[in-house]
């Protein structure tokens, strides 16, 4: 059986999954969560243009 993989619309991986894969963030946790968003949403962009547009 497979499992359900339930995730927000303009999402590839979410910023909570994300975090348990990096080391302790020592500065602003806040910008890096920012930019995580920024690029997840880019990649999900991306992807969605490679489905659509071919």
Not at 13 to 36: A, F, R, S, T, Y
Request: one cysteine or more; proline letters at 6%.
């Amino acid at each position: 059986m497979t499992e359900e993989i339930k995730r927000d619309p303009g999402v590839c991986i979410p910023w909570e999954e994300k975090m348990k894969e990096l080391p302790e963030i020592l500065g602003d946790e806040e910008i890096v969560k920012n930019q995580w968003e920024s690029i997840d949403s880019l990649a999900y962009t991306y992807i969605w243009h490679c489905l659509l547009s071919f």
